[in-house]
């Protein structure tokens, strides 16, 4: 018997990790589900509790509780709603939980998860960008086991095998949808447009940093807190067919790769099942069809988020929660079509220099508590606001 709980369970990890659990349980595995949560979307959490029978269900809203309630009613589950609930969710008795809420909200529903020794699956990335020494910490002192999830990071774990012979680290990236198109056409660029990932179907802020390379440049800083290498022991490389997930270059000259369809199911069964691993009806990889694979280097110049990524990594921790703080923020603006594709990374640049600029040089160091973290968190935050309406009313 496995107990399980999904953080974030209307997403699209949510809802593939679904797929997953009634897959295994067609198959005679035995998986109860603690606890699912929603960020608003309540049809589809009530579709969840309808095929997994949750014991507690939570909306992220407060003000959705009446709502949730209604939406729910005959599914025979104690409905819950807020912050305090969400955490909550992750403080139920379910031994392996799926951290899929997006952004920083999921910072305290994972640590709760992290606290009581679950082995916890990693999607979030925030909690690693945001405050990744003090989950780092936490997990080696409460005994929790953090299994990464994102593909890339799936693959590097699936293959570190020595990592005291790791030369480096090499992340895989599709390129997204802007991958060969000109300044012009980036810089004009609508959502719609920036959301329309080739290869991943993914929520639209996750699409819009995948467009921007944002979210490789995001993956660059979970790779590093981790998996303990540094920036410079951690290379991007662009993979348009988003076949090989990641590689590990060890000192002998060898070079390991994980390979799979583009499809999040595969990591997710491996999380779940791990350190076993279950048949899944994900598609098979029929090299000769696919017939080549394709690399080539990131262009920074057009895409100068990773470069932004690697050196808030290198000011330190607090620098990375502000820089992804500011992210949501832009993204967020763009989304809402109040700013252009190209100022996203502008502002998130000109948001950690305003935080410096105004004495903040301690966001060039290591958290050592959650406090001080939101402390960064909300004052990037604030910048971002301010540049990106100074960057509408222009």
């Known amino acids: 018997m496995r107990t399980v709980s999904i953080l974030g369970v209307t997403g699209s990890v949510g809802q593939s990790t679904v797929q997953v659990i009634e897959e295994l349980r067609g198959q005679g595995a035995e998986i109860a589900v603690e606890a699912v949560t929603a960020g608003g979307n309540l049809n589809v959490l009530a579709d969840a509790c309808r095929r997994l029978q949750p014991k507690f269900a939570v909306v ?78 936490a997990a080696a002192k409460h005994g929790a086991q953090l299994l990464p999830v994102d593909s890339e990071h799936n693959a590097i774990f699936q293959v570190l095998t020595h990592p005291a012979r790791v030369e480096k680290l090499t992340l895989t990236a599709s390129g997204g949808p802007f991958r060969t198109s000109s300044h012009e056409t980036i810089a004009a660029a609508t959502p719609d447009e920036a959301c329309a990932h080739p290869r991943w179907r993914m929520g639209r802020k996750i699409s819009v940093d995948s467009a921007t390379l944002m979210n490789k440049g995001l993956e660059l800083i979970e790779a590093s807190y981790l998996f303990g290498f540094p920036s410079e022991m951690i290379d991007v490389i662009v993979h348009p067919e988003s076949v090989v997930h990641s590689f590990v ?63 808030a990594l290198k000011r330190g921790a607090l620098a990375t929660t502000a820089l992804s703080a500011a992210n949501e923020v832009a993204v967020e603006a763009f989304l809402d079509g109040r700013i252009r594709f190209l100022d996203i990374c502008r502002i998130v640049e000109d948001s950690l220099s305003a935080l410096e600029g105004n004495g903040a040089a301690s966001i060039a160091k290591s958290p050592t508590s959650f406090d001080e973290v939101a402390a960064v968190d909300q004052a990037a935050r604030d910048a971002a606001r301010r540049i990106a309406g100074s960057l509408a009313a222009a």
């Open 60 to 137: 992220a809203d407060a003000a959705q509780l009446s709502a949730a309630r209604e939406a729910l009613a005959g599914l025979n589950v104690e409905v819950g709603a807020g912050p305090s609930a969400l955490e909550e969710a992750g403080a139920r008795p379910s031994d392996w939980v799926m951290s899929a809420i997006v952004g920083a909200a999921g910072l305290h529903p994972t640590m709760a998860a992290v606290r009581r020794g679950a082995t916890v699956a990693l999607a979030n990335k925030e909690c690693l960008v945001c405050a990744g020494p003090l989950f780092i910490e």
């Open 249 to 311: 270059h060890y000192v002998d000259g060898s070079v390991l790769a994980q390979l799979g369809s583009p499809d999040m199911r595969i990591p997710i069964a491996f999380a779940l099942t791990w350190p076993d691993r279950a048949q899944v009806s994900t598609p098979r990889l029929d090299l000769a069809t696919l017939g080549s694979l394709t690399f080539e280097a990131p262009d920074t110049a057009k895409f100068p988020a990773l470069k932004v990524c690697r050196e």
